[in-house]
Protein backbone atom coordinates (compact mmCIF):
# COMPACT_ATOMS: atom_id res chain seq x y z
CA UNK A 1 0.00 0.00 0.00
CA UNK A 2 1.61 3.34 -0.98
CA UNK A 3 1.39 6.58 1.11
CA UNK A 4 2.26 9.71 0.77
CA UNK A 5 2.88 12.27 3.42
CA UNK A 6 3.53 15.35 3.08
CA UNK A 7 5.51 18.26 5.74
CA UNK A 8 6.84 21.15 6.29
CA UNK A 9 4.13 23.87 5.32
CA UNK A 10 3.34 26.85 7.36
CA UNK A 11 3.24 30.27 7.58
CA UNK A 12 6.08 33.05 6.19
CA UNK A 13 5.76 36.31 5.33
CA UNK A 14 5.91 37.75 1.53
CA UNK A 15 9.54 37.10 -0.08
CA UNK A 16 9.91 34.29 2.45
CA UNK A 17 11.11 30.41 1.81
CA UNK A 18 9.30 27.00 2.66
CA UNK A 19 10.73 23.83 2.03
CA UNK A 20 8.09 21.39 2.18
CA UNK A 21 8.63 17.40 1.90
CA UNK A 22 7.32 14.15 0.66
CA UNK A 23 7.78 10.94 2.29
CA UNK A 24 6.81 7.90 0.18
CA UNK A 25 5.92 4.68 1.98
CA UNK A 26 5.00 1.37 0.57
CA UNK A 27 7.13 2.44 -2.95
CA UNK A 28 9.78 -0.64 -4.07
CA UNK A 29 10.03 1.36 -7.48
CA UNK A 30 11.22 4.52 -8.35
CA UNK A 31 7.97 5.88 -9.66
CA UNK A 32 8.33 7.91 -13.16
CA UNK A 33 6.80 10.50 -12.19
CA UNK A 34 6.61 12.40 -9.18
CA UNK A 35 4.40 15.98 -9.11
CA UNK A 36 3.51 18.69 -6.47
CA UNK A 37 -0.27 20.45 -6.65
CA UNK A 38 -1.47 23.14 -4.67
CA UNK A 39 -5.28 23.73 -4.01
CA UNK A 40 -6.59 27.54 -2.80
CA UNK A 41 -10.10 27.47 -1.53
CA UNK A 42 -12.02 28.17 -4.06
CA UNK A 43 -10.08 27.23 -6.88
CA UNK A 44 -9.28 24.11 -8.91
CA UNK A 45 -6.07 21.81 -7.81
CA UNK A 46 -3.58 22.83 -10.02
CA UNK A 47 -0.15 21.58 -11.31
CA UNK A 48 2.85 23.12 -9.47
CA UNK A 49 5.57 20.76 -10.36
CA UNK A 50 6.80 17.60 -11.23
CA UNK A 51 9.56 15.13 -11.82
CA UNK A 52 9.75 12.87 -14.86
CA UNK A 53 12.38 9.93 -13.71
CA UNK A 54 13.10 8.52 -17.29
CA UNK A 55 14.19 12.13 -18.70
CA UNK A 56 15.43 13.34 -15.81
CA UNK A 57 13.49 16.57 -16.35
CA UNK A 58 11.38 18.69 -14.55
CA UNK A 59 8.49 20.72 -14.94
CA UNK A 60 7.40 24.37 -13.44
CA UNK A 61 3.99 25.72 -14.09
CA UNK A 62 4.57 29.59 -15.04
CA UNK A 63 3.62 31.03 -11.83
CA UNK A 64 6.28 29.30 -9.67
CA UNK A 65 9.15 28.97 -12.55
CA UNK A 66 12.66 30.81 -11.04
CA UNK A 67 11.53 31.15 -7.32
CA UNK A 68 10.56 26.59 -6.40
CA UNK A 69 12.87 23.84 -7.27
CA UNK A 70 11.80 20.47 -7.08
CA UNK A 71 14.35 17.89 -6.24
CA UNK A 72 14.11 14.17 -4.95
CA UNK A 73 16.37 11.70 -3.02
CA UNK A 74 15.20 8.33 -4.67
CA UNK A 75 17.14 6.19 -2.05
CA UNK A 76 15.54 8.51 1.26
CA UNK A 77 11.98 8.09 -1.04
CA UNK A 78 11.38 11.70 -0.71
CA UNK A 79 10.39 14.40 -3.04
CA UNK A 80 11.14 18.24 -1.76
CA UNK A 81 9.71 21.42 -3.20
CA UNK A 82 11.81 24.39 -2.48
CA UNK A 83 9.72 27.48 -2.45
CA UNK A 84 11.11 31.30 -2.41
CA UNK A 85 10.19 34.44 -3.37
CA UNK A 86 7.24 33.67 -1.47
CA UNK A 87 3.75 35.69 -2.90
CA UNK A 88 0.56 35.69 -1.12
CA UNK A 89 -1.05 34.16 -4.23
CA UNK A 90 1.16 30.83 -3.37
CA UNK A 91 -0.87 30.28 -0.26
CA UNK A 92 -2.64 26.93 -0.72
CA UNK A 93 -2.59 23.51 0.45
CA UNK A 94 -0.11 21.45 -1.15
CA UNK A 95 -0.29 18.06 -2.24
CA UNK A 96 2.17 15.56 -3.29
CA UNK A 97 1.08 13.28 -5.94
CA UNK A 98 2.59 9.56 -7.65
CA UNK A 99 1.96 8.69 -10.70
CA UNK A 100 1.81 4.79 -10.00
CA UNK A 101 4.74 3.56 -13.06
CA UNK A 102 2.64 5.41 -15.97
CA UNK A 103 3.54 8.80 -17.47
CA UNK A 104 1.91 11.98 -16.05
CA UNK A 105 2.34 13.40 -19.06
CA UNK A 106 3.84 16.87 -19.65
CA UNK A 107 2.85 19.20 -18.60
CA UNK A 108 1.76 16.76 -16.18
CA UNK A 109 -2.10 15.60 -16.26
CA UNK A 110 -3.78 15.55 -12.82
CA UNK A 111 -5.57 12.44 -14.31
CA UNK A 112 -2.54 10.43 -14.38
CA UNK A 113 -1.59 10.56 -11.02
CA UNK A 114 -2.59 7.70 -8.84
CA UNK A 115 -1.35 8.22 -5.28
CA UNK A 116 -1.91 11.06 -3.20
CA UNK A 117 -0.86 12.68 -0.05
CA UNK A 118 -2.84 14.39 2.67
CA UNK A 119 -1.51 17.88 1.73
CA UNK A 120 -0.15 20.88 3.29
CA UNK A 121 -0.78 24.08 4.28
CA UNK A 122 1.38 26.99 3.24
CA UNK A 123 0.57 30.66 4.07
CA UNK A 124 1.83 33.47 2.77
CA UNK A 125 1.22 36.78 4.42
Known amino acids: QVQLVESGGGSVQTGGSLQVSCTAY????????MGWYRQAPGREREAVAA????????YYSDSVKGRFTLTKDNAKKQVYLQMNSLKPEDTATYYC???????????????????WGQGTQVTVS
Open 51 to 58: IYSVRGTT
Open 26 to 33: GYTYTDVC
Open 97 to 115: AGSGGRSCWYPPEIGRFTY
